[in-house]
């Protein structure tokens, strides 16, 4: 499986996710600060399965700083050079802004930079689950033009959870 494909993961966005443990947009914005580290990559489809587009030990790192700026990278470990040769089969980094909207439950990636350059310039929207400070969940609907849409779907979510390193 190749991922990411040139389409977009931009989508609708599940708006029942919310923050368990802040109660304005500066509180959720100073509690996501800082470094994350990839705990577990899903992507479940409409029929109930579920594929680790990475394998169970997927690695990655998301990071947002005070002043607006993001960045994540993820890597399949077990990935070798004798692979296809394609980098999007192994790893995927992207970087830019984000905005937090409260009220719909989402954080919003501005993309300026990406190792998919079809995504540069697109915004990526995410519903977020921020609990007891240390884990971080994002979810994202797959869309129809998404290379996961041809494993699980369209439709399917794409969750990630990120804990606070050691």
Do not use: C
Not at 18 to 32: P, V, Y
Not at 87 to 110: L, M, N, P, Q
């Amino acid at each position: 499986m190749r991922f990411p494909k040139t389409g977009r993961m931009t989508a609708a966005v599940m708006s029942s996710f919310t923050l368990l443990n802040a109660a304005s947009a500066e509180d959720i914005h100073t509690a996501i600060l800082g470094a994350w580290v990839l705990s577990d990559w899903s992507v479940t489809g409409q029929d109930g399965s579920v594929v680790q587009p990475y394998g169970p030990n997927a690695e990655g790192m998301i990071m947002y700083t005070a002043d607006g700026q993001m960045a994540v990278q993820m890597a399949d470990p077990s990935a070798t050079d004798e692979g296809t040769g394609l980098i999007e089969d192994r790893y995927f980094a992207y970087y830019g802004t984000y905005v937090i909207d409260e009220d719909a439950g989402t954080v919003t990636h501005s993309l300026e930079g990406s190792l998919t350059p079809s995504w540069i310039g697109t915004k990526q929207v995410r519903a977020y689950e921020l609990t007891d400070q240390d884990q971080l969940k994002l979810v994202a609907i797959i869309p129809p033009d998404d290379a996961l849409a041809e494993v699980v779907g369209a439709g399917g979510k794409n969750t990630l959870v990120w804990v606070r390193p050691d």
